[in-house]
Protein backbone atom coordinates (compact mmCIF):
# COMPACT_ATOMS: atom_id res chain seq x y z
CA UNK A 1 0.00 0.00 0.00
CA UNK A 2 1.39 3.18 -1.29
CA UNK A 3 1.90 6.37 1.48
CA UNK A 4 1.45 9.69 0.07
CA UNK A 5 1.67 12.82 -0.06
CA UNK A 6 5.25 12.53 1.82
CA UNK A 7 7.11 15.75 2.49
CA UNK A 8 10.93 15.48 2.11
CA UNK A 9 13.15 16.60 4.96
CA UNK A 10 16.34 18.46 5.16
CA UNK A 11 17.46 15.46 6.85
CA UNK A 12 17.76 13.19 4.00
CA UNK A 13 21.33 12.15 2.58
CA UNK A 14 21.46 12.20 -1.14
CA UNK A 15 23.35 8.72 -1.28
CA UNK A 16 22.46 6.11 -3.00
CA UNK A 17 19.98 3.82 -1.47
CA UNK A 18 20.15 0.38 -0.95
CA UNK A 19 18.27 -1.56 -3.13
CA UNK A 20 14.77 -2.86 -1.56
CA UNK A 21 15.74 -6.26 -2.23
CA UNK A 22 17.95 -6.27 -0.27
CA UNK A 23 16.44 -3.79 2.80
CA UNK A 24 13.65 -6.68 2.67
CA UNK A 25 15.57 -10.00 2.89
CA UNK A 26 18.54 -8.91 4.79
CA UNK A 27 17.40 -8.22 8.24
CA UNK A 28 18.38 -8.80 12.02
CA UNK A 29 14.70 -9.43 13.51
CA UNK A 30 15.20 -12.48 16.09
CA UNK A 31 11.64 -12.84 17.26
CA UNK A 32 11.42 -14.56 13.67
CA UNK A 33 14.96 -16.62 13.81
CA UNK A 34 18.90 -15.71 13.66
CA UNK A 35 19.44 -16.10 10.45
CA UNK A 36 19.00 -13.16 8.16
CA UNK A 37 16.37 -14.06 5.75
CA UNK A 38 14.28 -15.83 8.63
CA UNK A 39 12.63 -12.33 9.17
CA UNK A 40 11.73 -12.03 5.73
CA UNK A 41 10.46 -15.83 5.84
CA UNK A 42 8.08 -15.85 8.72
CA UNK A 43 7.07 -12.57 9.53
CA UNK A 44 4.08 -12.69 7.67
CA UNK A 45 2.66 -14.46 10.17
CA UNK A 46 2.60 -11.42 12.40
CA UNK A 47 -0.86 -9.73 12.30
CA UNK A 48 -0.15 -5.95 12.25
CA UNK A 49 -4.04 -4.83 11.77
CA UNK A 50 -5.75 -4.04 14.74
CA UNK A 51 -3.07 -2.41 16.11
CA UNK A 52 -2.35 0.14 19.62
CA UNK A 53 0.41 1.27 21.08
CA UNK A 54 0.25 2.01 24.78
CA UNK A 55 2.48 5.35 25.61
CA UNK A 56 2.20 5.40 29.54
CA UNK A 57 4.31 6.19 32.65
CA UNK A 58 5.81 9.78 33.16
CA UNK A 59 3.11 12.03 30.98
CA UNK A 60 0.32 14.17 31.87
CA UNK A 61 -2.28 12.70 29.08
CA UNK A 62 -0.39 8.80 28.93
CA UNK A 63 -2.82 6.90 26.78
CA UNK A 64 -3.51 4.39 24.09
CA UNK A 65 -3.24 5.24 20.61
CA UNK A 66 -4.61 3.00 17.50
CA UNK A 67 -2.34 2.66 15.05
CA UNK A 68 -4.37 4.82 12.40
CA UNK A 69 -4.85 7.76 15.11
CA UNK A 70 -0.68 7.51 14.76
CA UNK A 71 -0.73 7.67 10.99
CA UNK A 72 -2.14 10.96 11.38
CA UNK A 73 -0.32 12.29 14.32
CA UNK A 74 2.16 14.33 12.13
CA UNK A 75 2.47 14.67 8.34
CA UNK A 76 4.15 11.72 7.21
CA UNK A 77 7.56 12.43 5.57
CA UNK A 78 10.63 10.62 3.70
CA UNK A 79 13.75 10.49 5.57
CA UNK A 80 16.65 8.75 3.79
CA UNK A 81 18.66 7.30 6.40
CA UNK A 82 22.05 5.86 7.03
CA UNK A 83 21.89 2.67 8.87
CA UNK A 84 24.59 1.35 10.79
CA UNK A 85 24.29 -1.88 11.74
CA UNK A 86 26.89 -3.10 14.75
CA UNK A 87 28.06 -6.33 13.08
CA UNK A 88 29.69 -3.99 10.30
CA UNK A 89 27.16 -3.45 7.67
CA UNK A 90 25.24 -0.33 6.93
CA UNK A 91 22.34 0.53 4.19
CA UNK A 92 20.93 3.81 3.12
CA UNK A 93 17.09 2.93 3.58
CA UNK A 94 14.54 5.58 2.39
CA UNK A 95 12.11 5.80 5.53
CA UNK A 96 8.48 6.79 5.68
CA UNK A 97 7.46 8.38 9.34
CA UNK A 98 7.47 10.91 11.47
CA UNK A 99 9.56 12.52 14.48
CA UNK A 100 9.14 10.67 17.51
CA UNK A 101 8.75 14.20 19.27
CA UNK A 102 5.02 14.42 17.97
CA UNK A 103 3.79 11.39 19.84
CA UNK A 104 5.56 12.24 22.82
CA UNK A 105 4.70 16.17 23.07
CA UNK A 106 0.81 14.24 22.38
CA UNK A 107 1.14 12.88 25.68
CA UNK A 108 3.12 15.65 27.64
CA UNK A 109 5.76 14.11 29.42
CA UNK A 110 6.12 15.00 33.26
CA UNK A 111 9.54 16.75 34.38
CA UNK A 112 10.66 13.89 36.26
CA UNK A 113 10.67 12.15 32.88
CA UNK A 114 14.49 11.28 32.24
CA UNK A 115 14.30 7.91 29.81
CA UNK A 116 11.28 6.62 27.20
CA UNK A 117 11.52 2.86 27.18
CA UNK A 118 10.37 0.82 24.17
CA UNK A 119 8.90 -2.49 24.71
CA UNK A 120 7.57 -4.32 21.25
CA UNK A 121 5.88 -6.84 20.37
CA UNK A 122 6.33 -10.66 21.44
CA UNK A 123 3.98 -13.83 20.37
CA UNK A 124 5.02 -16.81 21.36
CA UNK A 125 3.09 -18.75 19.34
CA UNK A 126 4.42 -17.12 16.40
CA UNK A 127 7.61 -16.38 17.19
CA UNK A 128 11.21 -17.74 18.78
CA UNK A 129 10.68 -19.66 22.24
CA UNK A 130 13.90 -20.32 22.97
CA UNK A 131 15.18 -17.35 25.40
CA UNK A 132 18.19 -16.37 22.92
CA UNK A 133 17.42 -13.15 24.31
CA UNK A 134 15.12 -11.73 27.42
CA UNK A 135 11.75 -11.60 25.74
CA UNK A 136 9.92 -9.43 24.54
CA UNK A 137 12.99 -7.10 23.31
CA UNK A 138 12.99 -3.67 24.73
CA UNK A 139 14.99 -1.28 23.99
CA UNK A 140 15.64 3.10 25.63
CA UNK A 141 16.65 6.21 24.83
CA UNK A 142 17.73 8.96 26.78
CA UNK A 143 14.53 12.09 26.76
CA UNK A 144 16.64 14.23 24.85
CA UNK A 145 17.26 11.61 22.29
CA UNK A 146 13.91 11.06 21.58
CA UNK A 147 13.06 14.25 21.38
CA UNK A 148 15.49 14.90 18.99
CA UNK A 149 14.22 15.96 15.32
CA UNK A 150 16.33 13.11 13.63
CA UNK A 151 14.70 10.41 15.94
CA UNK A 152 11.50 9.14 14.07
CA UNK A 153 8.52 6.15 14.45
CA UNK A 154 8.48 5.16 10.90
CA UNK A 155 5.76 3.35 9.42
CA UNK A 156 7.07 2.39 5.71
CA UNK A 157 9.93 2.46 3.41
CA UNK A 158 9.92 3.32 -0.20
CA UNK A 159 6.74 5.19 -0.50
CA UNK A 160 5.12 2.19 1.01
CA UNK A 161 3.90 0.33 4.29
CA UNK A 162 6.38 -1.38 6.21
CA UNK A 163 6.96 -4.39 5.29
CA UNK A 164 6.96 -7.08 8.40
CA UNK A 165 9.90 -7.84 8.19
CA UNK A 166 11.39 -4.29 8.90
CA UNK A 167 9.02 -4.09 11.90
CA UNK A 168 5.71 -3.51 10.60
CA UNK A 169 3.09 -1.62 11.65
CA UNK A 170 5.64 1.12 14.02
CA UNK A 171 9.18 1.13 14.86
CA UNK A 172 12.12 3.70 15.91
CA UNK A 173 14.98 4.89 13.94
CA UNK A 174 17.50 6.82 15.69
CA UNK A 175 20.44 6.82 12.94
CA UNK A 176 23.51 8.23 15.00
CA UNK A 177 23.16 4.44 17.04
CA UNK A 178 23.31 1.35 15.45
CA UNK A 179 20.43 -0.82 13.97
CA UNK A 180 19.50 -2.85 17.19
CA UNK A 181 18.80 0.34 19.36
CA UNK A 182 15.96 1.54 16.36
CA UNK A 183 13.23 -1.32 18.00
CA UNK A 184 10.45 -2.30 16.04
CA UNK A 185 6.82 -3.72 16.01
CA UNK A 186 6.56 -1.38 19.36
CA UNK A 187 3.90 -1.65 21.59
CA UNK A 188 4.42 0.35 24.67
CA UNK A 189 6.69 3.27 24.64
CA UNK A 190 7.33 4.32 28.43
CA UNK A 191 8.44 7.58 30.06
CA UNK A 192 10.76 6.42 32.97
CA UNK A 193 12.55 7.95 35.87
CA UNK A 194 15.37 5.71 35.77
CA UNK A 195 17.57 4.54 32.34
CA UNK A 196 15.35 1.26 31.44
CA UNK A 197 17.27 -2.36 31.44
CA UNK A 198 17.66 -2.96 27.53
CA UNK A 199 17.36 -6.63 25.77
CA UNK A 200 20.74 -6.86 24.14
CA UNK A 201 22.51 -4.65 26.90
CA UNK A 202 21.36 -7.48 29.39
CA UNK A 203 22.41 -10.57 26.83
CA UNK A 204 25.79 -9.38 26.85
CA UNK A 205 26.73 -5.93 28.21
CA UNK A 206 30.42 -5.90 27.87
CA UNK A 207 29.40 -6.02 24.51
CA UNK A 208 26.28 -3.50 23.92
CA UNK A 209 25.95 -0.59 26.18
CA UNK A 210 22.55 1.33 26.79
CA UNK A 211 23.96 4.04 24.48
CA UNK A 212 25.28 2.61 21.51
CA UNK A 213 26.03 5.36 19.37
CA UNK A 214 27.94 4.81 16.04
CA UNK A 215 31.01 4.99 17.23
CA UNK A 216 34.56 3.76 14.95
CA UNK A 217 36.68 4.38 18.12
CA UNK A 218 34.95 2.00 20.61
CA UNK A 219 35.94 -1.36 19.32
CA UNK A 220 33.29 -3.93 19.62
CA UNK A 221 35.28 -6.91 21.61
CA UNK A 222 34.76 -8.71 18.51
CA UNK A 223 35.01 -7.49 15.43
CA UNK A 224 36.51 -3.70 14.45
CA UNK A 225 33.74 -1.28 13.86
CA UNK A 226 36.35 0.92 12.23
CA UNK A 227 35.07 0.01 8.80
CA UNK A 228 31.86 -1.23 7.57
CA UNK A 229 30.59 -2.63 4.33
CA UNK A 230 27.73 -1.14 2.92
CA UNK A 231 25.37 -3.65 1.41
CA UNK A 232 25.98 -4.08 -2.39
CA UNK A 233 29.20 -2.66 -2.32
CA UNK A 234 32.35 -4.88 -2.02
CA UNK A 235 35.31 -2.84 -0.52
CA UNK A 236 34.82 -1.38 3.13
CA UNK A 237 33.77 2.05 3.40
CA UNK A 238 34.86 3.92 6.73
CA UNK A 239 32.50 4.47 9.74
CA UNK A 240 31.62 7.81 10.58
CA UNK A 241 31.43 9.03 14.39
CA UNK A 242 27.89 9.39 14.97
CA UNK A 243 27.30 7.66 11.66
CA UNK A 244 27.85 10.85 10.16
CA UNK A 245 24.81 12.46 12.03
CA UNK A 246 27.74 14.46 14.48
CA UNK A 247 26.93 17.83 13.39
CA UNK A 248 23.24 17.24 14.88
CA UNK A 249 24.02 15.23 18.05
CA UNK A 250 27.32 15.77 18.81
CA UNK A 251 26.29 18.27 21.33
CA UNK A 252 23.94 15.74 23.20
CA UNK A 253 26.90 13.84 24.50
CA UNK A 254 28.91 17.02 25.96
CA UNK A 255 31.12 16.22 28.42
CA UNK A 256 30.48 12.45 28.21
CA UNK A 257 33.41 9.29 28.03
CA UNK A 258 32.14 8.11 24.94
CA UNK A 259 34.46 4.82 25.87
CA UNK A 260 32.91 4.22 29.10
CA UNK A 261 29.03 5.36 27.95
CA UNK A 262 29.20 3.14 24.98
CA UNK B 1 26.32 -60.35 -6.45
CA UNK B 2 24.39 -61.80 -2.67
CA UNK B 3 24.55 -59.74 0.62
CA UNK B 4 27.88 -61.42 1.65
CA UNK B 5 29.98 -61.12 -1.27
CA UNK B 6 28.54 -57.77 -1.24
CA UNK B 7 29.99 -57.25 1.81
CA UNK B 8 33.23 -59.27 1.15
CA UNK B 9 33.76 -56.72 -1.51
CA UNK B 10 33.49 -53.76 0.47
CA UNK B 11 35.68 -55.12 3.55
CA UNK B 12 38.87 -55.42 1.01
CA UNK B 13 37.48 -53.46 -2.25
CA UNK B 14 39.07 -54.45 -5.36
CA UNK B 15 41.73 -51.59 -6.70
CA UNK B 16 39.14 -50.33 -9.32
CA UNK B 17 36.67 -50.14 -6.29
CA UNK B 18 38.91 -48.15 -4.35
CA UNK B 19 39.52 -45.70 -7.24
CA UNK B 20 35.72 -45.24 -8.09
CA UNK B 21 35.18 -44.42 -4.00
CA UNK B 22 38.29 -42.20 -3.81
CA UNK B 23 37.30 -40.33 -7.09
CA UNK B 24 33.12 -40.20 -5.81
CA UNK B 25 34.59 -38.60 -2.27
CA UNK B 26 37.12 -36.06 -4.30
CA UNK B 27 33.92 -35.24 -6.40
CA UNK B 28 31.43 -34.84 -3.47
CA UNK B 29 34.53 -32.74 -1.22
CA UNK B 30 34.96 -30.39 -4.00
CA UNK B 31 31.16 -30.08 -4.81
CA UNK B 32 30.51 -27.80 -2.05
CA UNK B 33 33.52 -25.31 -3.31
CA UNK B 34 31.73 -25.54 -6.97
CA UNK B 35 28.28 -24.86 -6.11
CA UNK B 36 29.69 -21.82 -4.10
CA UNK B 37 31.21 -20.43 -6.49
CA UNK B 38 28.66 -20.77 -9.15
CA UNK B 39 25.95 -18.98 -6.70
CA UNK B 40 28.77 -16.24 -5.85
CA UNK B 41 29.06 -16.21 -10.03
CA UNK B 42 25.00 -15.84 -10.20
CA UNK B 43 24.94 -13.19 -7.63
CA UNK B 44 22.35 -15.74 -5.74
CA UNK B 45 24.40 -15.49 -2.01
CA UNK B 46 21.99 -12.47 -1.13
CA UNK B 47 22.30 -9.22 0.29
CA UNK B 48 25.31 -9.32 1.53
CA UNK B 49 27.66 -12.06 -0.43
CA UNK B 50 31.12 -11.79 1.23
CA UNK B 51 29.62 -12.81 4.75
CA UNK B 52 27.84 -15.63 2.92
CA UNK B 53 30.91 -17.03 1.13
CA UNK B 54 33.28 -16.24 4.74
CA UNK B 55 30.17 -18.12 6.56
CA UNK B 56 29.84 -21.01 4.02
CA UNK B 57 33.66 -22.01 3.41
CA UNK B 58 34.11 -21.93 7.48
CA UNK B 59 31.54 -24.26 8.35
CA UNK B 60 32.74 -26.44 5.47
CA UNK B 61 35.90 -26.34 6.71
CA UNK B 62 34.99 -27.05 10.15
CA UNK B 63 32.54 -30.03 9.15
CA UNK B 64 36.09 -31.51 6.72
CA UNK B 65 37.85 -31.66 10.06
CA UNK B 66 35.22 -33.47 11.50
CA UNK B 67 34.61 -36.32 8.93
CA UNK B 68 38.19 -36.51 9.17
CA UNK B 69 38.12 -37.47 12.90
CA UNK B 70 35.27 -39.81 12.11
CA UNK B 71 37.79 -42.11 10.07
CA UNK B 72 39.28 -43.64 12.58
CA UNK B 73 36.01 -44.50 15.03
CA UNK B 74 33.96 -45.63 11.62
CA UNK B 75 36.90 -47.95 10.81
CA UNK B 76 37.45 -49.41 13.82
CA UNK B 77 33.53 -49.46 14.56
CA UNK B 78 32.61 -51.12 11.24
CA UNK B 79 35.91 -52.78 10.35
CA UNK B 80 36.17 -51.52 6.80
CA UNK B 81 40.02 -50.85 7.29
CA UNK B 82 40.49 -49.23 3.66
CA UNK B 83 38.54 -46.05 4.88
CA UNK B 84 42.13 -44.60 6.16
CA UNK B 85 43.60 -44.13 2.58
CA UNK B 86 40.76 -41.52 2.44
CA UNK B 87 41.79 -39.96 5.48
CA UNK B 88 44.54 -37.72 4.00
CA UNK B 89 42.52 -36.85 1.10
CA UNK B 90 39.76 -35.80 3.67
CA UNK B 91 42.40 -34.00 5.72
CA UNK B 92 43.70 -31.90 2.73
CA UNK B 93 39.91 -31.01 1.59
CA UNK B 94 39.70 -29.83 5.27
CA UNK B 95 42.63 -27.79 5.20
CA UNK B 96 41.24 -26.50 1.14
CA UNK B 97 37.94 -25.03 2.85
CA UNK B 98 40.18 -23.16 5.85
CA UNK B 99 42.30 -21.61 3.24
CA UNK B 100 39.57 -20.53 1.58
CA UNK B 101 37.49 -19.31 4.69
CA UNK B 102 40.92 -18.05 5.49
CA UNK B 103 41.20 -16.65 1.72
CA UNK B 104 37.50 -14.74 2.12
CA UNK B 105 38.30 -13.45 5.04
CA UNK B 106 41.49 -11.38 4.28
CA UNK B 107 40.53 -10.66 0.40
CA UNK B 108 37.03 -10.37 0.06
CA UNK B 109 36.32 -9.17 4.04
CA UNK B 110 38.93 -7.03 5.11
CA UNK B 111 40.51 -6.31 1.53
CA UNK B 112 44.16 -6.80 2.56
CA UNK B 113 43.91 -3.89 5.23
CA UNK B 114 46.99 -5.90 7.22
CA UNK B 115 46.22 -2.80 10.08
CA UNK B 116 42.78 -4.12 10.60
CA UNK B 117 43.91 -7.80 10.35
CA UNK B 118 46.90 -7.92 12.96
CA UNK B 119 44.64 -6.25 15.30
CA UNK B 120 42.05 -8.68 14.80
CA UNK B 121 44.12 -11.64 15.18
CA UNK B 122 45.88 -9.95 18.70
CA UNK B 123 42.41 -8.55 20.30
CA UNK B 124 39.30 -10.52 19.14
CA UNK B 125 39.39 -13.95 20.96
CA UNK B 126 37.71 -15.59 18.43
CA UNK B 127 39.99 -14.42 15.33
CA UNK B 128 42.85 -15.51 16.97
CA UNK B 129 42.02 -19.32 18.36
CA UNK B 130 40.79 -19.29 14.44
CA UNK B 131 44.09 -18.21 13.21
CA UNK B 132 45.82 -20.35 15.23
CA UNK B 133 43.62 -23.13 14.08
CA UNK B 134 44.55 -22.31 10.60
CA UNK B 135 48.42 -21.55 11.15
CA UNK B 136 48.43 -25.24 12.76
CA UNK B 137 47.12 -27.11 10.44
CA UNK B 138 49.34 -25.70 7.87
CA UNK B 139 52.15 -28.20 9.01
CA UNK B 140 50.30 -30.76 8.46
CA UNK B 141 49.14 -30.28 5.27
CA UNK B 142 52.70 -29.64 4.42
CA UNK B 143 53.68 -32.86 5.92
CA UNK B 144 51.16 -35.11 4.51
CA UNK B 145 52.92 -36.74 1.49
CA UNK B 146 54.36 -40.13 2.07
CA UNK B 147 57.83 -38.94 1.61
CA UNK B 148 56.91 -36.69 4.54
CA UNK B 149 55.84 -39.77 6.40
CA UNK B 150 58.88 -41.49 5.68
CA UNK B 151 61.85 -38.97 6.79
CA UNK B 152 60.11 -37.78 9.67
CA UNK B 153 59.55 -41.35 10.80
CA UNK B 154 56.31 -42.80 11.78
CA UNK B 155 56.58 -41.79 15.70
CA UNK B 156 57.41 -38.18 15.28
CA UNK B 157 54.66 -37.71 12.01
CA UNK B 158 52.35 -39.32 14.53
CA UNK B 159 52.97 -37.27 17.25
CA UNK B 160 53.16 -34.12 14.77
CA UNK B 161 49.72 -35.33 13.18
CA UNK B 162 47.89 -35.47 16.82
CA UNK B 163 47.83 -31.89 16.89
CA UNK B 164 44.56 -32.14 14.36
CA UNK B 165 42.57 -32.74 18.06
CA UNK B 166 43.87 -29.89 19.09
CA UNK B 167 43.16 -27.59 15.81
CA UNK B 168 39.69 -29.11 15.76
CA UNK B 169 38.98 -27.37 19.50
CA UNK B 170 40.02 -24.32 18.48
CA UNK B 171 38.24 -24.32 15.16
CA UNK B 172 34.82 -25.16 17.37
CA UNK B 173 35.58 -22.61 20.19
CA UNK B 174 36.26 -19.92 16.78
CA UNK B 175 32.60 -20.58 16.02
CA UNK B 176 31.43 -20.59 19.62
CA UNK B 177 32.93 -17.33 20.44
CA UNK B 178 31.72 -15.75 16.87
CA UNK B 179 28.10 -16.33 17.02
CA UNK B 180 26.23 -13.17 18.90
CA UNK B 181 23.26 -14.87 20.92
CA UNK B 182 22.33 -18.20 19.34
CA UNK B 183 24.80 -20.92 20.03
CA UNK B 184 22.90 -23.87 18.68
CA UNK B 185 24.59 -25.04 15.68
CA UNK B 186 28.19 -24.29 17.17
CA UNK B 187 26.68 -26.41 19.89
CA UNK B 188 26.21 -29.57 17.56
CA UNK B 189 29.86 -29.24 16.62
CA UNK B 190 30.60 -29.36 19.93
CA UNK B 191 29.04 -31.89 20.96
CA UNK B 192 29.86 -34.02 17.52
CA UNK B 193 33.94 -33.15 18.15
CA UNK B 194 33.19 -34.39 22.03
CA UNK B 195 32.07 -37.55 20.83
CA UNK B 196 34.88 -37.90 18.60
CA UNK B 197 37.53 -37.35 21.51
CA UNK B 198 35.50 -38.96 23.97
CA UNK B 199 35.65 -42.21 22.19
CA UNK B 200 39.50 -41.94 21.41
CA UNK B 201 39.57 -41.20 25.33
CA UNK B 202 37.66 -44.19 25.92
CA UNK B 203 39.82 -46.66 23.62
CA UNK B 204 42.88 -45.55 25.42
CA UNK B 205 41.51 -46.06 29.11
CA UNK B 206 39.86 -49.53 27.65
CA UNK B 207 43.88 -50.51 26.12
CA UNK B 208 45.11 -49.04 29.38
CA UNK B 209 43.55 -51.00 32.43
CA UNK B 210 44.10 -54.45 29.35
CA UNK B 211 47.72 -53.53 29.45
CA UNK B 212 47.69 -53.02 33.14
CA UNK B 213 45.79 -56.64 33.56
CA UNK B 214 48.27 -58.11 30.98
CA UNK B 215 51.51 -59.61 33.38
CA UNK B 216 54.58 -57.38 31.92
CA UNK B 217 56.68 -59.19 30.77
CA UNK B 218 54.99 -61.95 29.09
CA UNK B 219 55.96 -63.49 25.48
CA UNK B 220 51.07 -63.22 24.74
CA UNK B 221 51.63 -59.56 26.01
CA UNK B 222 54.57 -57.88 23.53
CA UNK B 223 53.88 -57.37 20.38
CA UNK B 224 49.78 -57.08 20.64
CA UNK B 225 49.71 -53.65 22.18
CA UNK B 226 47.92 -51.61 19.62
CA UNK B 227 48.83 -48.04 20.20
CA UNK B 228 45.59 -45.80 19.71
CA UNK B 229 46.82 -42.85 21.92
CA UNK B 230 50.25 -42.41 23.29
CA UNK B 231 51.56 -44.27 26.39
Redesign the interface.
Known amino acids: RKLEPLLPSEFSTDEGLTEIESVTSYNNFYEFGTGKTDPMTHAHKMQVRPWTVSVEGLAARARTFDIEDLLRIAPLEERIYRLRCVEAWSMVIPWVGFPLSALLKEVEPLGSAKYVEFVTHYDPEIMNRRPIIDWPYTEGLRIDEAMHPLTILSVGLYGQVLPNQNGAPIRLVVPWKYGFKSAKSIVTIRLTENEPATAWNKAAPQEYGFYSNVNPEVRHPRWTQATERRIGELRRRPTLMFNGYGDQVAHLYQGMDLKTFY | MSSSSLLAGLRSPAPALLVAIRIAVFTACLAPALLLANEWFAMRL ?3 P ?2 AVTHATGDWALRMLLITLAVTPLRRFTGLHWLIRLRRMLGLFAFFYASLHFAAYVW ?4 F ?1 WG ?1 IA ?2 IL ?5 TVGFAAFVLMIPLAITSTQGAMRRMGGQRWQALHRSVYGIAILAVVHYW ?2 V ?3 I ?1 EPLIYALILAALLGVRAWWREQERRRQLAAIPGSPSFKGKVIRIVPK
Do not use: H, M, T
Not at chain 2, 108 to 111: A, C, V
Not at chain 2, 123 to 127: A, C, H, K, T, V
Open positions: GANIELDLYDALDERPFIWLKADR
